[in-house]
């Protein structure tokens, strides 16, 4: 199956573009809604971060350090480099006894403005606690040093990253064909889309037992923190506001995005095949109210779909819209 067009830009009567893609919505015995084609394989990137969390619990790690579920969120987090994440990854680093050159993610400036501001104006280079990333790499930190692993915990060889493949291939529920390098130099392994979806369905409806138990830790501590895992006008947090606390939600580079809905025991799972965040971000909300997570008149809605597209004067030039056939 081809990818379906699954959101459009119209500029007065004509479509002027559009972006195709594959989605599904998921429960624990599979896809139970697809556009696209759900067997399609893809990169989660920093969607899967909560499935590399998991053996950060799993292992007692989380619990021998102490985490909080504010630390847990960010362990999940592609976070926009703002003073809150920077100063929140700094201090955990310190409670381990470790600092900023231990992280292996690199350095970026900061998505958030006035941190980015900040360190113009002063005319300072970011940290690699700036790095969207840093927060997951924290946790590989406090696992690698419960696992007593060496120093480069990032190489696909390491007992860190040989655990996150272990959860990563038993949540999905396949063998992975194999991994890229992510841009914060861990490696990120592909799956279907389907199993993605699954994934997302099964932090959903977790069970009792101890990867239950993990999951479940995860999903509350997003959901009780979007600020961390996102950040300040990211969609990731403003859409996880909206819901009200009913979904976790979270994006990836090249246009993926998951969503985890427990009340409704679903997994939402998407990619948008030319990379563009605009149609994923308008995407994933019209499932959300196609699912009911969204209330169909929400205000948050219309920011992302139907997005108006304006003008230097601030005109409304046109719209980015559900196609046809993509609920929205």
Not at 47 to 74: F, N, T, V, W
Not at 282 to 309: E, K, M, N, S, Y
């Amino acid at each position: 199956m081809n990818a379906a067009t699954l959101i459009e830009l119209w500029r007065g009567n004509l479509r002027e573009s559009h972006h195709t893609g594959h989605a599904v919505i998921c429960d624990r015995r599979g896809v139970i809604e697809a556009w696209g084609n759900p067997g399609t394989t893809i990169f989660p990137r920093s969607s899967c971060k909560m499935i590399q969390a998991l053996p950060l619990i799993e292992s007692g790690a989380a619990d021998a350090a102490g985490l909080s579920d504010r630390q847990l969120a960010l362990a999940c987090a592609s976070h926009s480099g703002a003073r809150i994440h920077v100063k929140a990854v700094q201090d955990w680093l310190a409670g381990l006894g470790l600092g900023d050159d231990d992280l292996r993610c690199g350095s970026h400036m900061p998505q958030d403005r006035d941190e980015n501001r900040r360190l113009i104006c002063a005319d300072e280079p970011p940290c690699q606690c700036h790095n969207n990333c840093s927060g997951k790499h924290t946790g590989f930190l406090t696992l690698n040093r419960h696992l007593r692993g060496g120093p480069d915990y990032e190489k696909v060889d390491h007992p860190v990253q040989q655990a996150v493949r272990t959860a990563f291939e038993e949540v999905t529920g396949q063998t992975s064909p194999g991994y890229g390098i992510d841009g914060c130099s861990a490696p990120n392994w592909a799956c279907s889309l389907e199993g993605l979806g699954r994934a997302m369905a099964a932090f959903a409806t977790p069970g009792t037992d101890r990867r239950g138990q993990a999951m479940r830790r995860l999903v509350d501590a997003m959901r009780a923190h979007p600020e961390m895992v996102a950040g300040e006008g990211r969609a990731c947090t403003t859409l996880m506001r909206a819901c009200g606390g009913a979904a976790a939600l979270k994006t990836g580079a090249e246009a993926v995005f998951v969503a985890i809905l427990p009340a409704q025991g679903l997994g939402i799972a998407l990619k948008i095949t030319d990379g563009a965040t605009r149609a994923s971000e308008a995407a994933i909300t019209a499932l959300l109210r196609h699912v009911g997570a969204l209330a169909a008149d929400d205000p948050v809605i219309a920011r992302f779909l139907p997005q108006p597209v304006r003008n230097w004067r601030g005109i409304a030039t046109g719209d980015l819209r559900c196609a046809p056939g993509f609920p929205g």
